[in-house]
């Protein structure tokens, strides 16, 4: 267990201004729970700071693989009502810095598979994530990438 806890402090992931508030080690690899620090944030319409919280999301977010182990990060997401009665927007999500276009990947996660792309042709690629992480990323996310 000492060895856990080793790898738990060294667990580093790809966003910005985003903490880590636990690790998880899994068969299939790492996840990290994760939250924004700041209790506020601005919406981004009308840029008036709100500190009422609507709800809270989570959201599982695919970072680059660390110490040969898959990391997916639980993203506990906010959504945030807008305390400017003149705003049209009512309520709004925080922006989490550092995601793809997707959500679904950290841009860190995205670069890794160009890389692994460009290195190893599509179909490996595929085949070494699925065979390696467990991971099943379809083709057409890994063409799309290279766009
Ligand atoms: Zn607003």
């Known amino acids: 267990m000492k060895r856990d806890k080793n790898i738990k402090g060294q ?15 899994l068969t299939s690899g790492i996840r ?3 939250q924004k620090g700041e209790t506020s944030a601005a919406c981004p319409y009308c840029g008036i700071v709100s500190n009422k919280v609507y ?27 807008c305390v400017n009665s003149e705003c049209s927007a009512k309520t709004f999500t925080e922006n989490i810095e550092g995601l793809s276009s997707t959500r679904r990947y950290t841009r860190a996660f995205e670069n890794y598979l160009k890389d692994l ?15 390696k992480y467990g991971l099943n990323v379809s083709l057409t996310t890994l063409f799309y990438l290279n766009c």
């Open 55 to 81: 709800e809270h999301r989570k959201q599982l977010i695919l970072d680059k693989p660390s110490n040969d182990k898959k990391v997916e990060i639980e993203l506990n997401k906010r959504r945030f009502v």
């Open 117 to 131: 792309v460009s290195r190893k042709g599509y179909m490996e690629a595929q085949r070494f994530l699925q065979y």
């Open 32 to 34: 990290i729970v994760a």
């Open 11 to 25: 667990i580093d992931f790809n966003l910005k201004n985003v903490k880590k508030t636990e690790v998880r080690l």
